[in-house]
């Protein structure tokens, strides 16, 4: 008996794509670098128009799109993207 064994496209820490044989817990937009959760609105709105599926990336954990430079998104990882954005806001007036 053949089984086919499904694997997944994620993109590691150093922003390259790897195959793995299980799927991402995190999503991403590589356009503006964002990451966020599988069943966030947003990006399923995008989806649903047509838009944002040739930019999807997706990642193992969500240490692996930090360390890949990406930034927390907005609308399902509120809390997070808030601390994000003020401790960049603090480094860009510390320059």
């Not at 995190?26 to 964002?34: A, D």
């Not at 997706?58 to 930034?71: K, L, N, S």
Request: glycine residues 10%; charged residues 30%; aromatic residues 12%.
């Amino acid at each position: 008996m053949d089984v086919e064994h499904k694997t997944y496209t994620l993109i590691g820490p150093d922003r390259k794509p790897y195959k793995s044989s299980t799927p991402g817990t995190f999503g991403g937009y590589r356009k503006n670098k964002i990451y966020g959760r599988m069943d966030c609105r947003a990006a399923l709105r995008a989806i649903e128009k047509g838009g944002y599926i040739n930019e999807r990336v997706f990642f193992a954990d969500e240490q692996t799109a930090i360390a890949a430079g990406y930034r927390p998104c907005g609308v399902c990882l509120r809390e997070k993207y808030v601390i994000w954005k003020e401790k960049r806001n603090s480094n860009e007036e510390g320059i």
